[in-house]
């Protein structure tokens, strides 16, 4: 694994692998179990490298939209052979297909409404590896490029199908330029909030979607369908996304501080509690009405640009609610305000 600035962040948390693991059904075992390897080692990188302070931006040669698709031949070894540039016509390969397509609405998503030349606001060229390791059930950013399992096939698909998870993988990069939210317990739990709430909005700027008519769900493409599971996540309704689910067991995202985790596991509840702030967004978006980029997307992309690594839900709060009143009123900035509390986190007026 190569050093970055960024730890790595997987789509798929290890709490969900190690219950695949548990699986009564004898293939997921195989699988969820050669999968844990891999991952717990990726883990233990990205936890190692989280405070260094160096990052490889592979630079566009035009200075704007560049993507690189890669082949990985279901092998470990990253990026693999270089199957589709920027500009090239379209692939054989679905896959190759899903992840030149997605990454470039991510990258329009970001220019289109903030302004914001890639992940790193200079342009920097996005690449992605498709079929990367064998029936590996994540997509993960490693601080430099994309990657894509192929999932196994009995819980999960390809992992190129969801452009939330694409977006959310790829604002994992946009928040190490910006806040750079330290990767464990509240910081770590904003950073994948802030993904999961950039990847459902690229998904509904793509398909012209009003908050009241959107689908919250994150990553509901990638699971092969079952009447116990429906995504990875639900912004809409926090710890519904599976449950009592053969292979996956619970969804254990809160909606609320009374219920916040505040264990060891999944690096202190990062993709746990970031059910919290997932729902206080939901809450803002569906209240303020219309598309939830314009507004309150919009209010959550400049409050990050405020934020710090070591910042608290407390101070996320209280950004978004500051930034809603002085860049639009003191309206928005109440429905901000409340929508936090009803989740339990109080900003004073």
Same mark, same amino acid.
């Given at each position: 694994?190569?050093?970055?600035?960024?730890?790595?962040?997987?789509?798929?948390?290890?709490?969900?692998?190690?219950?695949?693991?548990?699986?009564?059904?004898?293939?997921?075992? =195989?699988?969820?179990?050669?999968?844990?390897?891999?991952?717990?080692?990726?883990?233990?990188?990205?936890?190692?490298?989280?405070?260094?302070?160096?990052?490889?931006?592979?630079?566009?040669?035009?200075?704007?939209?560049?993507?690189?698709?890669?082949? @990985?031949?279901?092998?470990?070894?990253?990026?693999?052979?270089?199957?589709?540039?920027? @500009?090239?016509?379209?692939?054989?390969?679905?896959?190759?297909?899903?992840?030149?397509?997605?990454?470039?609405?991510?990258?329009?998503?970001?220019?289109?409404?903030?302004? =914001?030349?890639?992940?790193?606001?200079?342009?920097?060229?996005?690449?992605?590896?498709?079929?990367?390791?064998?029936?590996?059930?994540?997509?993960?950013?490693?601080?430099?490029?994309?990657?894509?399992?192929?999932?196994?096939?009995?819980?999960?698909?390809?992992?190129?199908?969801?452009?939330?998870?694409?977006?959310?993988?790829?604002?994992?990069?946009?928040?190490?330029?910006?806040?750079?939210?330290?990767?464990?317990?509240?910081?770590?739990?904003?950073?994948?909030?802030?993904?999961?709430?950039?990847?459902?909005?690229?998904?509904?700027? =793509?398909?012209?979607?009003?908050?009241?008519?959107?689908?919250?769900?994150?990553?509901?493409?990638?699971?092969?369908?079952?009447?116990?599971?429906?995504?990875?996540?639900?912004?809409?309704?926090?710890?519904?996304?599976?449950?009592?689910?053969?292979?996956?067991?619970?969804?254990?995202?809160?909606?609320?501080?009374?219920?916040?985790?505040?264990?060891?596991?999944?690096?202190?509840?990062?993709?746990?509690?970031? @059910?919290?702030?997932?729902?206080?967004?939901?809450?803002?978006?569906?209240?303020?009405?219309?598309?939830?980029?314009?507004?309150?997307?919009?209010?959550?992309?400049?409050?990050?640009?405020?934020?710090?690594?070591?910042?608290?839900?407390?101070?996320?709060?209280?950004?978004?609610?500051?930034?809603?009143?002085?860049?639009?009123?003191?309206?928005?900035?109440?429905?901000?305000?409340?929508?936090?509390?009803?989740?339990?986190?109080?900003?004073?007026?």
């Amino acid at each position: 694994m190569n050093n970055c600035r960024n730890p790595l962040h997987c789509i798929v948390p290890g709490f969900i692998l190690k219950r695949m693991a548990d699986s009564p059904n004898k293939a997921v075992r =195989r699988f969820a179990i050669e999968n844990i390897g891999p991952s717990a080692a990726m883990r233990a990188v990205r936890k190692k490298v989280s405070s260094m302070q160096f990052f490889a931006a592979i630079p566009s040669p035009a200075g704007k939209k560049y993507r690189l698709i890669y082949n @990985g031949g279901h092998l470990p070894d990253l990026p693999g052979n270089l199957v589709r540039s920027e @500009g090239d016509p379209r692939h054989k390969d679905v896959s190759v297909n899903e992840a030149y397509d997605f990454s470039g609405y991510t990258y329009d998503f970001y220019k289109k409404l903030f302004d =914001r030349n890639s992940l790193d606001n200079n342009g920097m060229s996005l690449l992605s590896t498709v079929h990367t390791r064998s029936h590996f059930n994540n997509a993960f950013w490693n601080g430099e490029q994309m990657a894509y399992g192929d999932g196994d096939g009995i819980v999960f698909g390809r992992f190129t199908r969801s452009v939330d998870v694409v977006g959310h993988e790829l604002t994992h990069g946009v928040v190490t330029f910006t806040a750079n939210l330290e990767y464990e317990n509240q910081p770590g739990a904003l950073n994948e909030h802030f993904a999961d709430v950039m990847g459902t909005l690229v998904r509904q700027w =793509r398909k012209k979607e009003s908050a009241a008519k959107a689908s919250w769900l994150i990553g509901a493409e990638l699971l092969k369908p079952a009447p116990t599971r429906r995504a990875l996540r639900d912004m809409a309704a926090p710890g519904t996304a599976f449950v009592d689910d053969p292979d996956l067991g619970t969804d254990p995202q809160p909606n609320h501080m009374d219920d916040f985790y505040d264990g060891p596991d999944d690096y202190g509840g990062v993709h746990i509690n970031s @059910g919290i702030p997932n729902h206080a967004f939901f809450k803002v978006a569906t209240a303020l009405g219309g598309k939830a980029w314009e507004k309150a997307g919009r209010i959550w992309y400049e409050a990050l640009l405020k934020l710090n690594a070591k910042s608290q839900f407390q101070e996320a709060a209280e950004t978004t609610v500051e930034v809603a009143g002085t860049s639009y009123n003191s309206a928005t900035a109440k429905v901000v305000r409340n929508a936090w509390a009803a989740v339990g986190i109080k900003v004073p007026t």
